[in-house]
């Protein structure tokens, strides 16, 4: 079973960047999708982006389109987050997660079955 790690979370003002990476022992069959999540305060998790590993597809949540990026580096077995021009409300723990690439569009919780710990971001305005 693939588990993911992440690291890269800080803090940053409104406006800044930070890239988050999540780092897993390998792909499989049935965890060949690597999903982004967050969870703010006070709120349900909720999904952020995905990317298939097999094609490389990348799938975002309209909330994240045109600031966050993912992107991926399979000699690394890593996938990464980029985010630029963070808002106050992107202030979360993020979480990168392991699914099938079947259910890599829906970027819904469920799923996913294979969690990191989580990765603190902070945004101050």
């Known amino acids: 079973q693939v588990q993911p790690v992440e690291s890269g979370g800080g803090s940053v003002q409104a406006g800044g960047s930070l890239t988050l990476s999540c780092t897993t022992s390998?792909?499989?069959?049935?965890?060949?999708?690597m999903g982004w999540f967050r969870q703010a305060p006070g709120k349900e998790r909720e999904g952020v982006a995905a990317?298939?590993?097999?094609?490389?597809?990348?799938y975002s949540h309209g909330s994240v389109k045109g600031r966050f990026t993912v992107s991926q580096d399979h000699a690394k077995n890593t996938v990464y987050l980029q985010m630029n021009s963070l808002k106050p409300e992107d202030h979360a723990i993020y979480y990168c997660?392991?699914?099938?690439?079947?259910?890599?569009?829906?970027?819904?919780?469920?799923?996913?079955?294979?969690w990191g710990q989580g990765t603190q971001v902070t945004v101050s305005s």
């Open positions: 390998g792909y499989t069959e049935t965890s060949n999708c």
């Open positions: 990317i298939d590993t097999t094609s490389g597809t990348v």
């Open positions: 997660a392991a699914g099938h690439r079947r259910h890599c569009w829906t970027l819904m919780e469920r799923d996913f079955g294979s």
